[in-house]
């Protein structure tokens, strides 16, 4: 069955330091999306993308970079992690050609000490 | 400025009885809706979305109403049940672009 994943599900670092959450799906969808999600602001659009090589900031996005080079995969990278930073995170991907819906992975939590 | 608005974050109700969820929203453009449940540990899944060409779509016990002009929309959820209890968002979108905007969620308890 097709899915899209997150890794690791939970994960621990410093402040500082450089993360890497990863995001692969195997629909084959053009689009992927990134959110955090913080009690009081809702899922807030960090970075998206609507295609290979396309990257696009979202609302929230300062702090935060990713990169497409294939399909399957957008890993969002930390650049140098702040305690602000400390959310869950949820990576999402939909069809293009029309409005559609955006299926979601099974988020990321990470803390930021 | 928050685009899409759930203004009430908590709501209980007993079970067989009727929940229904609020979601406002100020931007005119917004012409496609969805609705999302959220369980703990758990991304949200899509539950019904609706056109801003309809004021009404219904799916089982699940139904979205629009009204374009209060620019507002209303998940109701008919009978409730205990498994129902989650986090609900809406979100909206604008035709051209496949970003959504999401509201800030609503905790949804049937009490059985």
């Known amino acids: 069955d097709a899915e899209i994943t997150q890794s690791p599900r939970h994960k621990i670092t410093e402040t500082g330091r450089q993360v890497t959450l990863a995001c692969h799906q195997t629909w084959n969808h053009n689009n992927m999306f990134w959110y955090r999600q913080d009690l009081g602001h809702g899922l807030r659009l960090i970075h998206y993308s609507y295609g290979v090589q396309d990257t696009n900031k979202g609302e929230v996005s300062d702090g935060y970079s990713v990169s497409r080079s294939n399909t399957e995969d957008l890993p969002l990278t930390l650049e140098s992690a702040a305690s602000s930073q400390t959310s869950v995170y949820f990576c999402?991907?939909?069809?293009?050609?029309?409005?559609?819906?955006?299926?979601f992975g099974p988020g990321t939590r990470l803390t930021v000490l | 400025d928050q685009q899409v608005k759930q203004n009430s974050p908590s709501l209980s109700v007993q079970e067989g009885r009727i929940s229904i969820l609020n979601c406002d929203y100020t931007?005119?453009?917004?012409?496609?809706f969805l609705w999302y449940k959220k369980y703990p540990a758990e991304g949200p899944t899509f539950l019904i979305s609706i056109s801003s060409i309809k004021d009404k779509n219904e799916d089982g016990r699940f139904t979205v109403f629009l009204n374009k002009s209060a620019k507002h929309l209303s998940l109701h959820i008919v009978p409730s049940q205990p498994g129902d209890s989650a986090v609900y968002f809406c979100?909206?979108?604008?035709?051209?672009?496949?970003?959504?905007?999401f509201g800030t969620g609503t905790r949804l308890k049937v009490l059985a």
């Open positions: 999402a991907s939909s069809e293009s050609g029309a409005q559609h819906t955006q299926y």
């Open positions: 931007n005119s453009m917004f012409d496609y």
């Open positions: 979100a909206a979108s604008t035709s051209g672009t496949y970003k959504y905007i």
